[in-house]
């Protein structure tokens, strides 16, 4: 059975690693609602930056696009890696925001139309 830990430990720079265990529960549970905002924020960031070097280096090893470094991309595996981690990560936190919402939604005295 395969260690995600450590293969997440391995793709996620240190800061990243960061988000990505916020991004986990119990300290996700623990997260006011503002700093679960600002925790999506920064990994959408971070989830877009991956994102942009994965397609980069994708193009480089196809021979469409220019190397961005004196020597191209050879593989996109650790970007694509990056890129998984980083998703599961804040599909996490938006799946956070959204039990918040329906747990809102089912407190007395709201109605259910909205």
């Known amino acids: 059975m ?16 960061d988000l ?26 971070r989830r877009d930056r991956a994102k942009e070097i994965a397609s980069r280096q994708r193009r480089e090893i196809r021979g469409k696009g220019r190397p961005s470094s004196t020597v191209p991309a050879a593989a996109d595996g650790g970007s694509q ?21 329906d747990v809102e939604d089912l407190r007395p005295g709201r109605s259910i139309a909205g």
């Not at 395969?2 to 690693?17: I, T, V």
């Open 81 to 101: 890696s990056k890129l998984h981690y980083l998703n599961c990560a804040l599909r996490r936190a938006q799946e956070e925001v959204r039990r918040r919402k």
């Open 2 to 17: 395969p260690d995600h830990r450590k293969e997440e430990a391995r793709a996620l720079s240190r800061d990243e690693r």
């Open 20 to 45: 990505a265990l916020r991004a986990r529960y119990p300290v996700l549970g623990r997260l006011g609602d503002g700093e679960l905002n600002d925790l999506i924020g920064r990994l959408r960031d």
